[in-house]
């Protein structure tokens, strides 16, 4: 067993593992266009542009995050690397040729009858049918339906978080994308004022310019969680460039505060099945919300108001936040805040940071 696991790992590292976007960004010579379509991964709809190529059905290499695999770009090699469970494989971009590892097996296998990747609208593709069967996944292709289903046979390895049961009146406040000196502060004010606590969701590169905010978010009795560093769609980042995200913000909390958190929001709320498989490595839970107030479009305190209203429930986490991209596009959550907890709390509500929400759920 050591030796098969130290088989794939002098795989992985031989191979040279690289995070780079591909140079390479030329047409193929054949005539295709983007399209779109849906295609079922262990039932779930999955929205993904493709192309046609010699018959077959090539997505985007970063299409099989959504399968739980880890996707990454060999800048040497000029490969795309995939790893599932028990396999990895690379896929040439320009030469018929794939390397397939076996862990389970113990060997190394490699073919020069495989399709390659192609290059196309400065995007890399991949024969979607072959590259899934290479990683053990079940490919079936419903005529009736005119629909693509995958079967990964990877289990998600837990589920992200909207919301907690709990028979308690009990509410999170959360506060995306800061620290900075002109909101963060003002929200902490009012939250002092009046004795709520709440849970902030914060950028590496703006803890790395405010440190003197998070401690002070710190001091005050208010949770953390990690956004990235600079807030992209993981979406559209290869494996690796995720981990280095997540990891150098954990690095900027510690140097800040002594520590790290063990919650994760994903900006947008966007994430993947294999996002998922690493936050569940690296330790970290998937928190997102039950209310979205909307702020960052700048509504009015009304607006965030009506919206905390109509969806509230026991449980609930409320999604506001505490940098602005521009001027004065925050002024409604600073108005509407000191109402919302008012308002809640007259109707029996207790605010709690996620840490506290979490310790209260009747399912865990």
């Known amino acids: 067993m050591i030796s098969k696991k130290l088989s794939f790992l002098t795989f992985v590292v031989s191979i040279g593992l690289f995070t780079t976007i591909p140079v390479q960004a030329e047409h193929p010579d054949f005539p295709s266009t983007i399209q779109e379509t849906t295609v079922y991964v262990d039932n779930k709809a999955v929205t993904t542009n493709y192309i ?4 077959h059905m090539y997505v985007p290499a970063l299409f099989f995050k959504h399968t739980g695999t880890y996707v990454d770009w060999l800048e040497h090699e000029q490969a795309v690397l995939f790893r599932a ?22 060997f190394l296998r490699m073919t020069d009858h495989g399709k390659h990747a ?20 079940v490919v079936h ?14 289990p998600a390895p837990f589920h992200s978080i909207g919301k907690v049961n709990t028979e308690e009146k009990l509410v999170a406040l959360t506060f995306d994308d800061g620290p900075d000196n002109i909101y963060t502060p ?73 520590r790290q958190p063990d919650l994760f929001r994903p900006p947008y ?31 009015t305190a009304d607006d965030i108001l009506l919206i905390v209203h109509e969806n509230i429930s026991k ?40 840490q506290t929400l979490l310790e209260a759920d009747s399912l865990e």
Not at 285 to 299: A, E, P
Not at 317 to 329: D, T
């Open 52 to 55: 046609s190529h010699e018959g």
């Open 85 to 106: 469970k028990e396999k990895a494989i690379t896929v040439p971009a320009g030469k018929p040729r794939s390397n397939i590892f076996d862990r389970a097996l113990g």
């Open 118 to 137: 192609l290059f196309f609208n400065e995007e890399i593709f991949v024969p979607l049918e072959e590259v899934a069967r290479n990683l053990a996944m």
């Open 141 to 154: 292709y419903d005529s009736v339906k005119a629909k693509t289903f995958i079967t990964t046979n990877i």
């Open 186 to 258: 003002q929200i902490l004010d009012i939250l002092k004022e009046k004795k709520a606590v709440a849970t902030f969701f914060l950028v590496g590169k703006e803890i790395q310019t405010h440190q003197d905010m998070v401690r002070r978010i710190v001091q005050e009795g208010h949770g953390l969680g990690n956004h990235t560093w600079q807030h992209p769609n993981l979406e559209t980042l290869w494996t690796e460039k995720v981990r280095e995200e997540i990891k150098e913000t954990q690095l900027a909390m510690e140097a800040a505060v002594g």
């Open 269 to 299: 709320g966007s994430i993947t099945k294999a996002d998922m498989a690493l936050l569940h490595e690296i330790g970290l839970r998937n928190i997102l919300w039950s209310v979205d107030t909307l702020d960052w479009s700048g509504l």
């Open 315 to 354: 449980g609930g986490i409320i999604l506001q936040h505490s940098f602005g991209s521009k001027e004065h596009v925050l002024d409604g959550t600073i108005e509407a805040l000191p109402k919302i907890i008012d308002e809640l709390r007259e109707e029996g509500y207790t605010f709690v940071t996620v």
